[in-house]
């Protein structure tokens, strides 16, 4: 366990571009691990959110998402512990393995700011101006050498990484009844999702999309139980 925790925080210092094990030994134990490492994390960043808005440092940012909701609890559970971590895992972790994906994820981010910042619909739609001028530079600038491109994206990749972390956790600020008006405070807001978004990152780059999967479908499980459960 220990030399996971080091590999983990090794790897968050310098993220790089790494080859996926072809045999994961012991692959249930592994996510397991992960999932303790996760909800050490969350619930140590849960606690720094609830002692910041305590001491009434930041705002309250009112009820959460799962107490406002309408939706039937099975249906709830499916979707927290299925379809939102396979959804999310594809946005988030599955173009970090692909330089041109990730172009898409860039314009699609500028896209969902602009979008929360102007509190409209219609700002989307510089999302495919961005991807275009983007993937023209690549195209023009980057593609024609292997070599360039591998170097280029080798050296930008830790930004990137960091990036998708940190766009994770501000997704999250919908989980919250007031979040979206305080996105200058997002990542206050969202230090759980935050390390947990860093350690599901870690996990896809070095074991493959479908462990960070199921380690964002475990993670989500424990909470959903409790809330299905409580009186």
Same mark, same amino acid.
């Given at each position: 366990m220990s030399n996971l925790n080091f590999e983990l925080i090794a790897y968050l210092k310098n993220p790089y571009l790494t080859r $996926?094990?072809?045999? $994961?030994?012991?692959?249930?134990? *592994?996510?397991? +691990?992960?999932?303790? $490492?996760? /909800?050490?994390?969350? $619930?140590? &960043?849960? =606690?720094?959110?609830? &002692?910041l808005i305590g001491l009434k440092l930041i705002p309250d940012p009112g009820q959460s998402s799962i107490s406002r909701t309408s939706m039937s609890r099975p249906l709830l559970f499916i979707f927290a512990v299925f379809l939102g971590p396979l959804v999310e895992e594809l946005i988030f972790r599955a173009q970090l393995r692909r330089f041109s994906a990730s172009i898409a994820f860039v314009a699609f981010i500028c896209g969902a700011i602009l979008t929360t910042v102007l509190q409209t619909n219609w700002a989307f739609l510089i999302s495919p101006f961005v991807f275009i001028f983007l993937y023209l530079i690549y195209r023009y600038k980057l593609a024609g050498s292997v070599t360039v491109k591998f170097q280029f994206w080798e050296r930008i990749f830790p930004w990137h990484f960091h990036l998708t972390a940190i766009c994770f956790a501000l997704v999250h600020l919908s989980n919250f009844e007031n979040g979206t008006g305080m996105l200058s405070l997002g990542l206050l807001y969202t230090l759980p999702q935050l390390g947990v978004g860093l350690i599901l990152?870690?996990? +896809? %780059? #070095?074991? &493959? =999309?479908?462990?960070?999967? @199921? =380690?964002? @479908? /475990?993670? #989500?499980? &424990?909470? %959903?139980? =409790?809330? *299905?459960?409580?009186?």
């Open positions: $996926i094990p072809e045999k $994961i030994e012991h692959p249930f134990l *592994l996510v397991f +691990r992960l999932g303790l $490492i996760c /909800l050490v994390v969350g $619930i140590s &960043g849960g =606690l720094i959110l609830g &002692g990152g870690y996990t +896809r %780059m #070095n074991y &493959g =999309l479908k462990y960070s999967y @199921a =380690l964002h @479908a /475990l993670y #989500n499980l &424990g909470p %959903m139980l =409790l809330f *299905l459960y409580k009186p």
